[in-house]
């Protein structure tokens, strides 16, 4: 589809998909806060293997890390 759809538009889908599994994470698991995660779109700027960067199944994906962080604090009882 490249060169028949315009780049923006791909990007600003990418960020859709990326914010859309944000917000299923956040709604999904309670103890999650939206400020918790940062999302880009990606679009066609980094294909999934590149050396077949018109492989559009494996392109569309939503890649995400897990960064260690404070530990919450666990209550004594």
């Not at 940062?38 to 679009?43: C, E, L, M, Q, V």
Request: avoid cysteine.
């Amino acid at each position: 589809m490249k060169g028949q759809i315009p780049k923006s538009l791909v990007q600003e889908l990418s960020l859709n998909r990326a914010n859309s599994v944000k917000e299923a994470l956040v709604r999904k698991f309670t103890s999650l806060q939206p400020n918790q995660f940062s999302t880009a779109g990606i679009g066609w700027d980094k294909p999934a293997d590149p050396s077949d960067p018109d492989n559009h199944a494996k392109n569309r994906r939503v890649e995400f890390v897990v960064l260690d962080g404070p530990k919450p604090e666990v209550a004594q009882h």
